[in-house]
């Protein structure tokens, strides 16, 4: 890991102007809790990462640059936080505005975009892919929110850092492995990476292995690079001359609007295509009165019509 020392001053230097940019919150938050952030890194994290660095030739300074109670709190995590509160308050607010008899504008919008993602989850899975449409509902609430904090001043998108777009990854990648594995057993599991033919299993097997390993990085890159780029063409923008630099972030804050919207599309439907090769309808059986009837526990949530 040579790479990491050589690498060091020029992202010391990053980190020395990026603090310039850093919002306010983030700069009271490490005020707060800063101190007692980097106590805990000092006395925990920090000599476990010097040892597993170590073995490289490295050290975690070397790595994630210096530790100091400045920035023991990264601003991503602080607007990553702050994203999963204002997507609770949203979705609070959301529910306790809904109306049968007279919906107005916001609530026709959000009617639309819930029954198009139920319907896409319907699609993609089946019918018996809506039990998973909180989940699905979840990561595109949090993945939107996420993405259009950096339009609004004094936040940042905290999409814009791969430890979170990895994070995120990651977590879709556990979640449809943990369904893979209830519904078909560990075994069953690995025996849907083999394929279908036997004789090839050997070649079939190690393929799809480092097929789905990529996965949570895949989704976690694409992520990431959509949208640090549209903070950077943002950010390089507004430092045009006047009067240029008055106009055309705005001009521009549609087409990052399309991209949050478009990013947060790829991200379940990607998951949801991934859902639907470890998920499989349960036994049918057809009842005295002609009508289809699924065997299992779980109950399907209804569609909506």
Not at 118 to 136: A, K, S, T
Not at 168 to 192: A, D, P
Not at 259 to 276: D, M, R
Request: with cysteine; hydrophobic share 50%; charged share 15%.
């Amino acid at each position: 890991m040579f790479w990491l020392d050589e690498a060091a001053p020029e992202a010391a230097e990053h980190a020395q102007e990026a603090e310039h940019h850093t919002p306010i919150i983030v700069e009271l938050v490490n005020h707060w809790f800063g101190e007692s952030a980097h106590a805990f890194q000092l006395k925990h994290t920090k000599p476990k990462w010097d040892w597993l660095l170590g073995k490289f030739g490295s050290s975690a300074e070397s790595a994630f640059g210096p530790y100091t109670a400045e920035n023991a709190i990264p601003w991503y995590t602080v607007m990553f936080f702050i994203a999963c509160v204002l997507s609770v308050v949203i979705i609070w607010i959301f529910k306790g505005k809904l109306s049968e008899s007279e919906p107005g504008g916001a609530q026709q919008t959000l009617e639309v975009s819930v029954l198009a993602v139920r319907n896409m989850i319907q699609d993609i899975i089946g019918p018996h892919g809506l039990q998973y449409f909180p989940v699905v509902m979840t990561f595109a609430v949090l993945i939107l929110v996420s993405n259009l904090m950096g339009l609004f001043p004094l936040f940042m998108s905290p999409t814009a850092a791969t430890s979170v777009t990895f994070a995120l990854g990651l977590s879709s990648f556990l979640y449809y492995n943990y369904i893979g594995i209830k519904e078909n057993g560990i075994g069953g599991h690995l025996k849907h990476l083999m394929g279908p033919v036997w004789w090839i299993a050997p070649l079939i097997f190690p393929i799809e292995v480092i097929s789905n390993l990529i996965r949570p990085f895949s989704l976690g890159i694409r992520l990431f690079g959509n949208l640090f780029a549209d903070e950077k063409v943002m950010l390089t923008v507004s430092s045009l001359a006047p009067p240029y630099t008055w106009f055309a972030p705005i001009a521009l804050m549609p087409l990052s609007v399309f991209v949050a919207l478009i990013q947060t599309f790829v991200f379940i439907l990607l998951s949801q295509l991934y859902i639907s090769e470890v998920s499989h309808p349960p036994h049918e059986h057809h009842a005295a009165d002609g009508e289809e009837h699924y065997e299992g526990d779980e109950m399907i949530a209804p569609v909506l019509t």
